[in-house]
């Protein structure tokens, strides 16, 4: 019984270390625009040797930096089709320019975006097991 733990033990660190090198890669192949996903994305153990890596849509809400705290990691992921923003209470929507102006619109179009397959990358170059 002593030998089926130790060995239990083991197998669940080399699963643990290889999941670890999972985020790393994960965190180095997503694009960096403000850091918000990347910084999301984390590994959670769900069992003995059962961990689960890649974004925590909790933390990803939570970060300052993601300005209206929505889950946006599926549509940079898989992409999206184009769609216009409009105020809904408002007349108009208001927002600080990069430029450090304010700017006033009553609507914006987001253009269509094919995303960004970061998963596929990431999964393309998993180390291999021992």
């Not at 999941?19 to 910084?39: C, F, P, W, Y």
């Not at 209470?89 to 450090?100: E, F, M, P, S, V």
């Not at 269509?112 to 998963?119: H, K, M, N, Q, Y």
């Amino acid at each position: 019984m002593a030998l089926k733990k130790i060995v239990m033990r083991a197998v669940e660190k080399e699963i643990e270390d290889y999941t670890n090198k999972m985020v790393d890669i994960l965190k180095q192949e997503v694009h960096v625009k403000s850091g918000a996903t990347r910084d999301a994305i984390t590994k959670e153990k769900k069992g003995k040797a059962h961990f689960l890596a890649g974004v925590d849509v909790s933390k990803l809400k939570a970060d300052p930096r993601n300005i209206g705290g929505v889950d946006y990691s599926v549509f940079y992921h898989d992409g999206h089709a184009a769609y216009t923003i409009r105020p809904r209470k408002a007349k108009a929507l208001r927002w600080l320019g990069k430029d450090g102006k304010v700017h006033f619109a009553k609507s914006v179009r987001i253009p269509a975006s094919a995303g960004d397959p970061f998963v596929a990358r990431a999964v393309a170059r998993r180390p291999n097991l021992k």
